[in-house]
């Protein structure tokens, strides 16, 4: 797994693009979806050149490892919508239509999500 130099996501830890910053930590960023998909959008990143949840999590030290998680739970208590509730998503690979090949969680919120996925039609 390569990891390309050049995306995005690359670009804002770089600082050569903005981004609507919410969090940072040593090994973590968070901003704001650029298209939101539900009123509360904000994408969890490490700092690290992970592609994806598989890279991350075989090649990733102890405390990246714990950094991003806690990075995720804080970001959505300091974004207030864990009494409502709110949904994780990690798109890994094509099958998931992952668009940037750097490791990102969304956090999707502030509206009834509905279920989790579309039921495969021939089940
Ligand atoms: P994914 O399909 O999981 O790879 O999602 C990539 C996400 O990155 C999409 O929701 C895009 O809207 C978002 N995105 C792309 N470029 C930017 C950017 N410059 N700033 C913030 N979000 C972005």
């Known amino acids: 797994?390569?990891?390309?130099?050049e995306n995005i996501f690359a670009?804002?830890?770089r600082?050569?693009?903005?981004c609507d910053?919410?969090?940072?930590?040593?090994h973590a960023l968070a901003f704001r979806d650029i298209q939101p998909l539900t009123p509360v959008h904000v994408l969890v990143i490490p700092k690290g050149a992970y592609v994806n949840m598989d890279d991350f999590s075989q090649k990733a030290s102890e405390e990246e490892l714990a950094d991003f998680v806690r990075a995720?739970?804080?970001v959505a208590r300091d974004l207030g919508v864990v009494e409502a509730g709110y949904r994780t998503i990690a798109n890994n690979g094509a099958?998931?239509?992952q668009e940037v090949q750097h490791l990102h969680v969304h956090i999707l919120a502030g509206?009834?999500?509905g279920g989790m996925i579309q039921r495969f039609k021939d089940q």
């Not at 797994?1 to 130099?5: A, C, E, F, L």
């Not at 600082?15 to 903005?18: D, K, Q, T």
């Open 72 to 74: 995720v739970g804080q």
């Open 111 to 113: 509206r009834d999500l």
């Open 21 to 26: 910053k919410v969090y940072e930590s040593d």
């Open 95 to 97: 099958d998931a239509h």
């Open 1 to 5: 797994m390569t990891y390309d130099n």
């Open 11 to 13: 670009k804002i830890l």
């Open 15 to 18: 600082g050569e693009i903005p």
